[in-house]
């Protein structure tokens, strides 16, 4: 299904905004096609295709606000929805945190958007089950996988004069690899913006490849190892690291990133020098679009720099009360590294664990983000840079600050979103020395 | 529900107007007290049963969905965010040629339902073509027009807004006046408006209602920059707001004091015990790691219940279909056929989804099965699983255990966990009697920290408190304590279980499964329950 055109998207939103009685009134639609396919058992489970196009309509009387939505677009429906935004927003309780909505701003593009991922098809879709399935059950192996593709667009106008438009693609697939017996089991993801590149048969031989390697676990007693984590095996660490990066929850006291007596860490060395974050709208594998949630524009913006803190994410309303400059939330986050590989730091590790993958990751203890979670997919012992023999899958419990103090070495960042990640993220594969083991798990 | 669609609608990121697709559209907090009329849904029905079949297909559901929701966000004096949400649909889900199709539209013209009944015959025919065995459905007979409620008392939905603001402000204050640094609270309520046919002959209305109230309670100590936080003691139910009436009979004191709930909560006195508590844990002592006899209470148990029993017992996870998301189970079928040994003879766990006041209560499942309870583990062995229709004969069962179930009118309905509780124990226990027998132990109270791997064996569990248990008597609250348990050791480990007066639910609002991932609703059962020898870590860690 198309999308309507900018210029369509224009009209509707300048025509709600006219609309509008309130002191201030913000219209936004958003439209998304999401196609995906699922496969278990060396067979597709299901498949299908959801479309779906929202206007959203926020209205302020003062401190008060009011939102409504729906999915119709005649003149009849947009009176509707801003008629109930503005009834919702008399009724409110005033929100003593309330910040009007942005003034007009410029905005730069970014390349979200790939022509041929919008252009997916489920005969695609078919195809890239297939190329998964087929080289499995020829070796006997059996995969289960998840390809789901998104085409969307948003567009927003203010009563301040404000307007945005953008349109962005996503690919996500992922793919588990088991052997017919159960003892060996492998896994590979691939996350892109933009499908030209992506080939399903070439990803899978990744998965097959670990599943049968991994199939003569041997146990390794629980303690602290060096370990080189692949991009998605540290993604998921470093992205509930990232939920403390948020600057009220650091100044009110409730965050690694607070300073004792008060305040926050900006400006203190947090990690080893050569742990560096920075977010970019307009990075070329990880684009985003150039503006947050409240319509504020994203900047180039480093977060940690040589280790130390050197800034956090404010909301606009924590902005102005610190006096503060409001920037655009991260919508991204790039991780510096080197230039090496995973394969590259495997030949130079004398004794360690790789680890392809961590599972179920939750917070032990949010002071120290202290994280639990496990190995699985493939879990391999280092010996004289080389694999020697795959490992029983492991429970660790490590902090990501404590991990990011104890580096070796950071290869080249690839690119890793969705399942393993909150946002798109740009994270190189690392060599870290005591990396915390708590048990072993029989689990395959 | 995915994480970052509850942190969206609670508004804990970002701007109010990003209403997650699967919530629908925002409405007005009136439009929630209305229904569909049944008729028109029948209608409706009868167009896309007679389309399917016309079409060629073999069998045919229909859910015609209303799914309502509300969220009240606070945080200390402030109102964050108040969201009414509606999402109105119907899925068409077929047999044809011995294969499942499946569409969805929120056309609600029969020509519409009609078009999206046609569209999933197309669709199973098309995936026909590749099926290697056809779908076998245990045989359900038609009940003819039936309707089923959550026997609720009172309608969330219709509690003034004002009302909810103001109870929850005034929960607030009354923590930090206990002496919280911050607090956050929010009402979150369901409304189910769920419509079945099937060409079995059913047409089932039913009005399914869910309360919850999360609530964060933290205490700072800014000169050594140390935080805590206490979370509420109560559980999501299925049940309507009289949940919050708060009844003396339904408060459990535990010897030490601890105030837990059974079926009804009183949000604003657990408030002021979590400020107070949270403020006790910056100075508790750090608990030394070992093996000690853990004594866990019903608002702690359901969530090991849930990761360790319930899971590893869904039929899907079993076969392999979950592998590459939820993940396999290490109960696997060859153990079933052999009595394994799942827990002590202490352990009984049944599956129950006609359980009054749980999360998994409904009158019949979203493929017209009517709910039952069975058993899973009886004295300590495994005994069944938990099916739904096209997978009963696997089991070798001639009737579906009634576990489908879809988030959304959109979403297609698969199989999901039913209540799964450990019952209670036999004989008179009470829990001071259950501490009296202990002299190394730990004492733990609500849900916290919860890990555990793919095939459901190794898992690592935290909580909300912890007290010291030591020659039969409840000492000091402790901290940084998690344990670590292998699935079979821990339920082996199993030695006591009080009685049915200490029974309680616990529960999970978002259980996540699926890829499109899809969230439900499940309680989880137990009295206090003891467990011997279980390794504990010290969770404590320094930065520098």
């Known amino acids: 299904?198309?999308?309507?055109?900018?210029?369509?998207?224009?009209?509707?939103?300048?025509?709600?905004?006219?609309?509008?009685?309130?002191?201030?009134?913000?219209?936004?639609?958003?439209?998304?096609?999401?196609?995906?396919?699922?496969?278990?058992?060396?067979?597709?489970?299901?498949?299908?295709?959801?479309?779906?196009?929202?206007?959203?309509?926020?209205?302020?009387?003062?401190?008060?606000?009011?939102?409504?939505?729906?999915?119709?677009?005649?003149?009849?429906?947009?009176?509707?929805?801003?008629?109930?935004?503005?009834?919702?927003?008399?009724?409110?309780?005033?929100?003593?945190?309330?910040?009007?909505?942005?003034?007009?701003?410029?905005?730069?593009?970014?390349?979200?958007?790939?022509?041929?991922?919008?252009?997916?098809?489920?005969?695609?879709?078919?195809?890239?089950?297939?190329?998964?399935?087929?080289?499995?059950?020829?070796?006997?192996?059996?995969?289960?996988?998840?390809?789901?593709?998104?085409?969307?667009?948003?567009?927003?106008?203010?009563?301040?004069?404000?307007?945005?438009?953008?349109?962005?693609?996503?690919?996500?697939?992922?793919?588990?690899?088991?052997?017919?017996?159960?003892?060996?089991?492998?896994?590979?993801?691939?996350?892109?913006?933009?499908?030209?590149?992506?080939?399903?048969?070439?990803?899978?031989?990744?998965?097959?490849?670990?599943?049968?390697?991994?199939?003569?676990?041997r146990a390794l007693e629980p303690g602290k190892y060096t370990v080189i984590l692949e991009p998605a095996a540290a993604a998921g660490l470093i992205s509930f690291m990232m939920r403390f990066f948020d600057a009220r929850q650091a100044d009110e006291g409730r965050s690694f990133l607070s300073k004792k007596g008060g305040g926050n860490k900006i400006g203190e060395q947090v990690y080893d020098p050569r742990v560096s974050f920075t977010t970019d709208p307009w990075h070329p594998e990880a684009p985003v679009m150039p503006w947050d949630e409240d319509g504020v524009?994203?900047?180039?913006?480093?977060?940690?720099?040589?280790?130390?803190?050197?800034?956090?994410?404010?909301?606009?309303?924590?902005?102005?009360?610190?006096?503060?400059?409001?920037?655009?939330?991260?919508?991204?986050?790039?991780?510096?590294?080197?230039?090496?590989?995973?394969?590259?730091?495997?030949?130079?590790?004398?004794?360690?664990?790789?680890?392809?993958?961590?599972?179920?990751?939750?917070?032990?203890?949010?002071?120290?983000?202290?994280?639990?979670?496990?190995?699985?997919?493939?879990?391999?012992?280092?010996?004289?840079?080389?694999?020697?023999?795959?490992?029983?899958?492991?429970?660790?419990?490590?902090?990501?600050?404590?991990?990011?103090?104890?580096?070796?070495?950071?290869?080249?960042?690839?690119?890793?979103?969705?399942?393993?990640?909150?946002?798109?993220?740009?994270?190189?594969?690392?060599?870290?020395?005591?990396?915390?083991?708590?048990?072993?798990?029989?689990?395959? | 529900m995915l994480r970052r669609d509850f942190l969206a609608i609670t508004g804990l990121v970002g701007g109010g107007l990003v209403v997650?697709?699967?919530?629908?559209?925002?409405?007005?907090?009136?439009?929630?007290?209305?229904?569909?009329?049944?008729?028109?849904k029948k209608r409706l029905a009868d167009a896309a049963l007679a389309a399917a079949t016309g079409a060629g297909a073999t069998y045919c559901d229909v859910r015609i969905g209303r799914?309502?929701?509300?969220?009240?966000?606070?945080?200390?004096?402030?109102?964050?965010?108040?969201?009414?949400?509606?999402?109105?649909?119907?899925?068409?889900?077929?047999?044809?040629?011995?294969?499942?199709?499946?569409?969805?539209?929120?056309?609600?013209?029969?020509?519409?339902?009609?078009?999206?009944?046609?569209?999933?015959?197309?669709?199973?025919?098309?995936?026909?073509?590749?099926?290697?065995?056809?779908?076998?459905?245990?045989?359900?007979?038609?009940?003819?027009?039936?309707?089923?409620?959550?026997?609720?008392?009172?309608?969330?939905?219709?509690v003034p807004i004002k009302d909810k603001v103001d109870m929850l402000l005034q929960v607030n204050a009354a923590a930090m006046a206990a002496g919280a640094d911050f607090v956050n609270s929010i009402l979150f309520l369901v409304n189910e408006q769920k419509y079945f046919a099937s060409t079995d002959g059913s047409y089932i209305d039913q009005d399914v209602h869910r309360i919850w109230t999360p609530m964060t309670v933290t205490a700072i100590d800014k000169a050594s920059g140390k935080f805590r936080t206490r979370a509420e003691l109560s559980a999501p139910m299925g049940r309507g707001f009289e949940y919050l009436d708060g009844k003396p009979a339904d408060r459990f004191v535990s010897p030490n004091g601890v105030v837990n709930y059974g079926n009804s909560y009183d949000m604003k006195a657990d408030a002021i015990a979590a400020a107070k508590q949270a403020r006790a844990k910056l100075t508790a002592p750090s608990v030394k790691p070992g093996k000690y006899d853990l004594v866990l209470d019903p608002s702690h148990t359901w969530l090991t219940i849930h990761e360790s029993v319930g899971h590893p017992l869904e039929l899907d996870r079993v076969l392999g279909y979950e592998a590459n998301y939820a993940g396999t189970s290490f109960a696997t079928l060859d153990k079933r056929t052999a009595n394994f040994q799942y827990g002590s003879d202490k352990?009984?766990?049944?599956?129950?989804?006609?359980?009054?006041?749980?999360?998994?209560?409904?009158?019949?499942?979203?493929?017209?099965?009517?709910?039952?309870?069975?058993?899973?583990?009886?004295?300590?062995?495994?005994?069944?699983?938990?099916?739904?229709?096209?997978?009963?004969?696997?089991?070798?069962?001639?009737?579906?255990?009634?576990?489908?179930?879809?988030?959304n009118w959109a979403s297609v309905q698969f199989q999901r966990m039913a209540n799964v509780s450990l019952l209670p124990g036999k004989a008179k226990l009470s829990v001071a009697d259950m501490i009296a027998d202990v002299e190394n132990g730990i004492y733990i109270v609500g849900d916290g920290s919860f890990s555990i791997d793919q095939q459901r064996y190794n898992a690592q569990f935290g909580g909300q408190l912890f007290y010291e248990i030591k020659n039969g008597k409840l000492g000091a609250q402790i901290e940084d304590v998690a344990y670590q348990i292998r699935t079979p050791e821990f339920w082996n480990a199993c030695s006591a279980v009080c009685d049915e007066s200490d029974y309680r639910l616990g529960g999970s609002f978002f259980d996540g499964k699926g890829q499109p991932s899809q969230s439900s609703a499940v309680s989880h059962g137990s009295s206090t329950a003891r467990f011997n020898g279980i390794n504990v870590i010290n969770t404590a860690r320094s930065l520098g």
């Open chain 1, 1 to 217: 299904m198309s999308f309507p055109t900018e210029a369509e998207l224009k009209a509707i939103l300048l025509k709600v905004v006219a609309m509008s009685k309130a002191d201030e009134c913000t219209a936004q639609i958003t439209g998304t096609t999401t196609g995906n396919i699922r496969f278990a058992l060396n067979n597709v489970s299901t498949s299908g295709i959801v479309t779906d196009t929202q206007l959203s309509v926020q209205v302020a009387y003062g401190k008060r606000v009011g939102i409504a939505t729906i999915n119709a677009f005649d003149d009849a429906a947009l009176e509707r929805v801003v008629r109930r935004a503005e009834d919702l927003a008399k009724l409110a309780p005033e929100n003593p945190e309330f910040v009007p909505a942005v003034g007009k701003q410029t905005y730069r593009a970014s390349p979200t958007f790939s022509a041929a991922t919008a252009a997916i098809t489920p005969e695609y879709r078919a195809k890239v089950a297939n190329a998964s399935i087929a080289p499995c059950k020829a070796e006997k192996l059996v995969a289960a996988g998840f390809l789901s593709d998104t085409n969307r667009f948003v567009a927003f106008a203010n009563s301040r004069g404000n307007y945005g438009y953008q349109t962005g693609t996503t690919l996500d697939y992922t793919c588990t690899v088991r052997t017919a017996d159960g003892r060996g089991s492998g896994w590979v993801a691939r996350n892109l913006q933009d499908s030209t590149s992506f080939d399903a048969g070439t990803e899978i031989r990744t998965a097959m490849r670990k599943a049968s390697a991994s199939a003569e676990a």
């Open chain 1, 297 to 444: 524009p994203r900047e180039k913006m480093a977060l940690v720099d040589g280790g130390k803190i050197t800034n956090l994410n404010y909301s606009r309303f924590w902005a102005q009360k610190q006096g503060k400059r409001p920037v655009g939330q991260a919508g991204n986050l790039l991780m510096a590294g080197g230039t090496r590989s995973t394969a590259d730091l495997v030949r130079s590790t004398e004794r360690g664990i790789l680890v392809t993958r961590t599972w179920y990751i939750r917070m032990v203890d949010p002071q120290t983000v202290l994280l639990t979670g496990l190995t699985r997919d493939g879990t391999f012992f280092i010996e004289n840079g080389q694999i020697k023999y795959p490992l029983k899958n492991f429970r660790f419990n490590e902090s990501p600050i404590i991990m990011l103090n104890n580096i070796d070495e950071l290869g080249k960042p690839i690119r890793v979103g969705d399942d393993e990640a909150e946002m798109v993220m740009m994270i190189p594969p690392m060599k870290l020395r005591d990396f915390t083991f708590t048990s072993l798990s029989d689990a395959v």
């Open chain 2, 20 to 40: 997650p697709a699967a919530f629908g559209k925002v409405i007005a907090a009136e439009a929630l007290q209305s229904t569909m009329d049944v008729a028109i």
């Open chain 2, 67 to 158: 799914y309502l929701r509300q969220f009240v966000v606070t945080r200390e004096a402030n109102v964050q965010n108040v969201v009414n949400t509606e999402s109105t649909g119907v899925g068409v889900r077929v047999v044809a040629n011995g294969a499942w199709g499946f569409a969805a539209t929120n056309d609600m013209s029969s020509d519409g339902v009609a078009a999206a009944a046609r569209q999933a015959t197309a669709i199973a025919k098309a995936n026909a073509g590749s099926q290697t065995a056809p779908v076998q459905l245990a045989p359900v007979k038609g009940v003819g027009e039936v309707s089923w409620k959550t026997p609720i008392v009172k309608n969330s939905m219709e």
């Open chain 2, 347 to 407: 352990v009984n766990i049944v599956a129950d989804k006609v359980q009054v006041g749980s999360l998994g209560y409904v009158g019949y499942d979203d493929e017209g099965v009517k709910t039952k309870r069975w058993d899973l583990i009886r004295d300590g062995k495994l005994v069944d699983y938990q099916s739904i229709r096209d997978q009963a004969h696997i089991l070798g069962k001639t009737e579906s255990d009634g576990c489908c179930y879809a988030d």
